[in-house]
């Protein structure tokens, strides 16, 4: 008989995920054993291969759950009505928001991504090409006659963008909301303000 699957089990799952992300961001992913994320967890070595049949099985699953809702979140921004520059605002803010409470993961994205089979990255990869196109076609949008026939300068401009927010994210992790909108202006301003000098 199928064992049964418990009512709160997504909920254990998430914090399973969150536990494990700050295992692998403070320890190193090669270090971590299931047992040191069991403890962490507060479960049994057992309980949590009920979950998860091994550690590349819970990186996988830490790092799919992140970047695709990081993806749905930032490729979802709302753009109704908006004007280029505006839309740029928006979506930076946006990712701003997006990255506060995840600093775990963000390093173990960082750090042991490449410890993922070939096609698990492709996929994760894929989540990142997404965001990045996306605010890509809002550069682009921008000033269409600065980047024309030149999709390097275009792609320079837009890692540029994210450049400037990750080190925001890796150096100010306990900001708060009035600290990322005011440094979403300021990148905005300063993007907006570079881009026609290019």
Not at 18 to 38: P, W
Not at 86 to 99: F, H, K
Not at 144 to 155: A, E, H, T
Request: aromatic share 8%.
């Amino acid at each position: 008989m199928a064992r049964t699957i418990a009512k709160d089990h997504d909920q254990k799952r998430e914090q399973i995920l969150t536990n494990a992300a700050k295992v692998f961001a403070t320890e190193g992913y090669d270090r971590a054993s299931m047992s040191m994320l069991a403890r962490e967890c507060g479960i049994s070595k057992a309980n949590i291969y009920h979950y998860y049949d091994s550690k590349d099985a819970l990186l996988f699953d830490i790092l799919e759950t992140y970047l695709r809702e990081l993806r749905d979140v930032i490729c979802g921004t709302d753009m109704t009505g908006l004007t280029p520059p505006e839309q740029l605002r928006s979506v930076i803010g946006v990712t701003l928001r997006a990255y506060q409470g995840a600093d775990h993961e963000h390093q173990v994205q960082i750090g042991s991504m490449s410890a993922l089979p070939e096609d698990q990255q492709t996929l994760l990869r894929g989540y990142q090409r997404d965001m990045v196109n996306f605010v890509r076609d809002i550069v682009l949008s921008i000033a269409p006659d600065v980047f024309s026939g030149d999709s390097n300068k275009l792609r320079a401009a837009t890692m540029s963008v994210f450049g400037m927010l990750n080190w925001y994210y890796m150096w100010n992790t306990g900001a708060g909301a009035d600290a990322r909108e005011d440094y979403a202006d300021l990148v905005t301003k300063l993007t907006l303000g570079g881009i026609p000098t290019l």
